[in-house]
């Protein structure tokens, strides 16, 4: 008995200890991947050729704090909706509206001084890397299933 008491503390801190370490990486996984997306995809469409991209990506590597408050901020924010299914035809969960949205009812409050456009990009690519459960869960794709899309015999 004297032994289960000394190793169920040793054994609960190591328990709490990886589950944290769990987490951290977890975190962290996500951190480096939203750099990645804003790194190919956000930088990319900012700049026009080699020397504006270097440019920009200079800049996105010197604000990494910022470019986090302002993803965990946009992560934040679409917490508050609820779980949509993957395709709302009237496009009320479309992720570009939603980032509109949550750029124009923070922009009082955000840190990011950059254009509107880049902005809602950033807090794309927050909901698609740095919270992808929450980004899958209270987005989707605005699709009209009664659309004539073409190209199909009548």
């Known amino acids: 008995m004297r032994t289960w008491l ?42 026009h ?12 590597d010197s604000h990494h704090d910022l470019f986090l408050v302002e993803g965990r901020a946009a992560c934040k924010w679409l917490e508050q909706f609820p779980e949509v299914p993957e395709i709302v035809p009237d496009g009320s ?21 950059i254009p509107k456009r880049h902005r809602v990009m950033v807090d794309r690519a927050a909901w698609a890397e740095l919270c992808p459960g929450t980004g899958d869960s209270r987005t989707s794709l605005a699709f009209d299933p009664d659309a004539d899309l073409g190209g199909g015999p009548d």
């Open 6 to 47: 000394v190793k169920a503390p040793v054994i609960i801190t190591v328990l709490l200890l990886a589950i944290a370490g769990g987490r951290w990486l977890n975190d962290n996984q996500h951190q480096v991947a939203y750099y990645a997306y804003l790194d190919r995809y956000v930088v990319g469409s900012w700049s």
């Open 49 to 60: 050729g080699p020397e504006e991209k270097q440019q920009a990506r200079e800049w996105l």
């Open 93 to 113: 969960a479309d992720s570009s509206a939603l980032a509109s949205r949550f750029v124009e009812e923070t922009a009082d409050s955000s840190q990011m001084n």
